[in-house]
């Protein structure tokens, strides 16, 4: 068996984030498969093309996490109808400088938590088509608006709801074929 390194990114900065707690549920019902390691995202300065000709330590440490893994898995609040601001910031880090874009051919999926019934299901499209340009092979399905209730999941991730649980551990188990497909005919150049 093939074991894949996961990236995961959540798009929100706060450390009590019902993202962040989302990604501590997903790595618990993932298949054994599947390591992972955050991305962090939270000490990326603003991106300004001046620093394309010399990276910052930050833009580069960002850089090289997305690098040593195999796939990324977007983990994200819906913030105005769209992705929050600083996640929007370390794609663009990741993406640049125009021919090093760290998100070619990286498979990942999107998936994020909001207490409102439609989930994060309008910043997911926005993140689709952010990573659609940066080329990055996504899984379209199954779609994951998670809506975020604090007596289904608790603080270290476990998910207390059992159909909640069965279909979070599909969504992850759907993840790391989408990664052994992507993978399979788009080997990583490392």
């Known amino acids: 068996m093939t074991t894949y390194r996961v990236g995961y990114i959540v798009g929100s900065l706060s450390q009590k984030s019902i993202n962040r707690i989302l990604s501590k549920a997903l790595i618990r019902l ?3 498969e599947l390591e ?3 991305v962090p995202i939270k000490d990326l300065p603003l991106y300004n093309h001046d620093y394309d ?4 330590p930050e833009g580069r440490a960002l850089k090289d996490a997305i690098a040593a893994v195999d796939a990324v898995l977007f ?9 929050p601001g600083a996640l929007k910031n370390a794609i663009d880090w990741a993406s640049r400088p125009w021919g090093d874009n760290s998100f070619t ?15 994060t299901a309008v910043a997911q499209q926005s993140l689709r088509s952010v990573l659609g340009f940066c080329n990055s092979p ?3 399905s199954p779609e994951a608006y998670i809506q975020y209730h ?10 207390l709801d059992e159909n909640t649980a069965r279909f979070l551990r599909n ?6 074929v989408h990664v052994a497909r992507v993978l399979t005919v788009l080997p990583p150049q490392r």
């Open 30 to 32: 993932a298949p054994p």
């Open 36 to 38: 992972f390691a955050e």
């Open 53 to 56: 000709a010399d990276y910052p």
């Open 75 to 83: 983990v994200t609040p819906e913030y105005n109808r769209s992705i």
């Open 105 to 119: 051919h990286k498979p990942s999926a999107v998936i994020g938590a909001s207490p409102g019934k439609i989930g």
């Open 138 to 140: 996504q899984m379209n």
């Open 150 to 159: 604090p007596d289904v999941f608790t603080e270290d991730g476990e998910v």
């Open 171 to 176: 969504y992850m188990a759907e993840f790391g």
